[in-house]
């Protein structure tokens, strides 16, 4: 039952956009809406029902494989079109098409008036499938598969407005960097087909012991599949596509930044951990360079005045921490700050999406001030976010990153030098998320005012605000009813094979 709604969710998202994209003329608005919205909304149903049946199961009953055909045979080597479906990949699907849907929904309004309105969809139900594909795919082909589509959809909104020379440059620059990863972990993926005889999790993740402890094929695996995460979710060397990005419509940022693409690295290192748990440089490397990567991103972020860059530079810092305490091997911390993030951080961006609406396109912080009284629904989603964000008690930042922190503290000599990072990190990230919030929503108004006055958004926009601001305020609160030891069961990583499902 659970593979089986697993394939629905999956093709659901790919379906829609196939409809949308060959639609001979631009259908009327409501059938862009249904498909397109409809389409997430349903997947995401499915998906909360996954993971309640699954929730009836042993902890050790959890993880099934459904094959639906066999796509390659050659020699000794048989590869399935087959997707896994385990704790992780639940959790993965419920925040893409949760708040997917979400910022979908917001975009009806967002993109009301573009020329565009049925592309858009399109390309965003493609996004959201290559997402899907990547963290149900049962073997290391579909995986690669998934993690290219995701690089044609990001280059498809990032450039959407494509009459913007800046958007095409942008878009260029994120598929070039992109196809960087992509490289690496196709380079990674015939490593393990050579030495393992297998591209299948189940296989690959039981025999990757046999490459021997700390050995440098273990290394090079690793180190490559770092190349794949770093170029996805935008760490150093490879972080320079994703600030650029923000000249996509506001809505794609949050899809990048907040439920898909940005954190596809960090569910990388999650899901091949078993080749990481056999190589201690490799997870110190990992950790290091998420840590480097985190303090850099917030001291830039301090310098920005435009919204959008200021929540970029922020997301490749947060990242930071997600790829530290994975590389430590707190696995299930990384995931649980990764959930975290996609709430506050897709609050942040809807609710600066609805500031740069009323204000008719500005993104620039020197042209803002005093909007509270104006842009209610858009205050409290940025101040829920800054608030996860900065890690105040009581928000959901602040349980995922004292997580973090805490296992980076019990990680050795590298763990609390990253500690200390991390530390640096936090007070950085208060300074400018409430520099940001203070600047947009405090203060003075623009000389001469605003001409006309900002304009509340219709219930389209803010609803999903509203949502993602509650959830950026309670979302850390879900170790109550489940129990950390409970909740770390669905976020860290299983590597068994799981009985098969035809």
């Not at 590869?79 to 917001?106: A, K, W």
């Not at 878009?171 to 196809?179: D, G, P, R």
């Not at 021997?212 to 596509?241: D, E």
């Not at 201690?280 to 435009?306: F, N």
């Amino acid at each position: 039952m659970a593979t089986a709604l697993s394939w629905i969710v999956l093709v659901l998202p790919l379906i829609s956009g196939v409809v949308l994209a060959g639609w001979p003329t631009e259908p009327p608005r409501g059938v862009t809406r249904l498909l397109g919205i409809g389409s997430i909304l349903v997947a995401f149903a499915l998906s909360v029902t996954v993971f309640i049946g699954m929730l009836g199961n042993p902890a050790d009953d959890r993880t099934f494989t459904s094959s639906a055909f066999q796509f390659i045979d050659i020699g000794s080597t048989a590869l399935d079109l087959s997707i896994l479906v385990d704790p992780l990949s639940v959790m993965m699907m419920l925040i893409i098409t949760g708040v997917g849907f979400l910022i979908h929904l917001y975009s009806a309004e967002y993109m009301e008036h573009d020329r565009d309105y049925r592309r858009f969809f399109a390309s965003m139900n493609l996004f959201v499938f290559s997402m899907l594909l990547l963290v149900l795919a049962g073997n290391f082909f579909f995986l690669i598969v998934g993690w290219a589509f995701v690089g044609l959809a990001s280059y498809l909104l990032i450039g959407f407005w494509y009459e913007r020379p800046s958007a095409v440059a942008a878009a260029k620059k994120a598929f070039i960097i992109n196809v960087i990863g992509d490289v690496g972990l196709v380079l990674a993926a015939f490593l393990i087909l050579r030495e393992l005889g297998t591209l299948d999790y189940g296989q690959a993740f039981a025999e990757a012991g046999s490459l021997g402890q700390n050995s440098g094929t273990v290394l090079a695996i690793c180190l490559l599949l770092l190349v794949g995460a770093a170029a996805k979710s935008a760490q150093v060397p490879l972080h320079t596509w994703l600030p650029d990005a923000m000249e996509g419509p506001t809505p794609v940022s949050a899809l990048i930044h907040a439920a898909t693409m940005v954190t596809a690295g960090v569910y990388l290192i999650v899901r091949t951990h078993a080749f990481f748990d056999l190589s201690w440089l490799a997870g110190d490397i990992v950790a290091i360079v998420g840590a480097i990567t985190l303090l850099m991103a917030a001291t830039v972020a301090l310098q920005q005045v435009d919204i959008k860059r200021v929540l970029a530079w922020s997301t490749v810092s947060q990242v930071g921490y997600m790829i530290m305490a994975v590389g430590l091997g707190a696995y299930a911390s990384g995931m649980f700050m990764l959930m975290a993030h996609a709430f506050y951080k897709a609050a942040l961006f809807l609710a600066a999406g609805i500031i740069i609406h009323a204000l008719h396109d500005e993104q620039s912080l020197d042209r803002m001030g005093g909007l509270r009284k104006y842009l209610r629904v858009a205050y409290f989603g940025m101040a829920a976010g800054a608030l996860a964000m900065a890690g105040i008690p009581g928000f959901s930042g602040f349980f995922a990153k004292d997580e973090v922190l805490a296992s980076a503290l019990a990680g050795g000599t590298i763990g609390v030098i990253c500690w200390v990072i991390g530390i640096i990190g936090a007070f950085l990230t208060a300074l400018y998320m409430f520099r940001l919030l203070f600047r947009a929503f405090f203060g003075p108004e623009p000389e001469g005012g605003y001409h006309p006055a900002p304009h509340p958004s219709r219930w389209w926009m803010s609803v999903p605000v509203v949502i993602l601001g509650i959830l950026a305020v309670v979302g850390g609160w879900l170790q109550v009813p489940f129990g950390w030891t409970e909740l770390r069961d669905w976020l860290a990583p299983v590597t068994g094979e799981g009985p098969a499902i035809l």
